[in-house]
């Protein structure tokens, strides 16, 4: 209320920062799938991880052409006070469903490797070594699933 300037910066970040982010996350999991179809030869882990990727694919398109229509006009965002006047999404149920998407094919990518892993003939030594580097993974995953806003997004899906 009293700097509106900080206002109107932080809402074309807002517009900004989801462009920026989509592909960002979308493109490391594409190549980490590309990883796992280089490696896997059993028909049926291939099909999951084309699933994950076409699944990923569709949350950056879906959650990237929100970020051109979050208002209608554009200026609408940090001008509320426009002639005319305008619309905008619900930002919130847009950030919660892309990241329910990113959290699933997340977990999929990280639990994916394990049997196949546990499979191997070769020391156990070397298989937990295996099973620490595919799990760095899950370094990013853990955070992301804050428990009270993990728990919104299970209670908004039932």
Same mark, same amino acid.
């Given at each position: 209320?009293?700097? #509106? ?62 970020? %051109? ?62 099973? %620490? ?13 804050? #428990? ?11």
């Amino acid at each position: 209320m009293r700097t #509106p300037w900080k206002l109107v910066t932080w809402a074309k970040f807002t517009f900004v920062i989801p462009i920026m982010y989509l592909p960002a996350i979308a493109f490391p999991k594409l190549s980490i799938c590309a990883l796992y179809l280089r490696i896997f030869a059993k028909p049926n882990y291939r099909v999951v991880v084309w699933i994950t990727a076409g699944l990923v694919v569709a949350n950056a398109i879906g959650s990237f052409v929100p970020a %051109f229509v979050i208002c209608v006009p554009l200026e609408y965002l940090w001008n509320r006070k426009l002639p005319g006047g305008g619309h905008c999404i619900d930002a919130n149920a847009w950030y919660r469903w892309a990241s329910l998407m990113n959290i699933i094919t997340d977990l999929i990518m990280l639990v994916l490797p394990i049997p196949l892993l546990m499979e191997l003939q070769t020391s156990k030594k070397t298989k937990l070594g295996l099973l %620490f580097t595919f799990s760095l993974g899950s370094r990013c995953v853990v955070p992301s699933l804050r #428990p009270m806003t993990f728990l919104k997004l299970l209670l908004t899906c039932v």
